[in-house]
């Protein structure tokens, strides 16, 4: 979501790992509200990156497997 509430539908964007520099980073396109999905990531530290938005760190802890659900995200303006 962006920092009014309203879903970032139909955005596309890249998921990149702070934690190790030779995964190779991961495009995304949101559906219509806004949500998305990604496979094969290993416990470590995340950075999803959206045009003109702030980008927005998350990390897997190393217990978590299988699904894991970030909820709702709130991505700010680019600064």
Wanted: avoid cysteine.
């Amino acid at each position: 979501m962006d920092a009014n509430g309203d879903p970032l539908g139909l955005q596309g964007g890249e998921v990149v790992s702070l934690s190790d520099a030779t995964w190779p980073t991961q495009g995304f396109f949101t559906n219509r509200v806004g949500r998305f999905a990604l496979m094969g990531l290993s416990p470590g530290r995340y950075e999803i990156r959206l045009r003109d938005r702030a980008p927005l760190e998350f990390e897997i802890a190393p217990d978590q497997s299988g699904l894991v659900d970030l909820n709702t995200l709130v991505v700010q303006p680019a600064p």
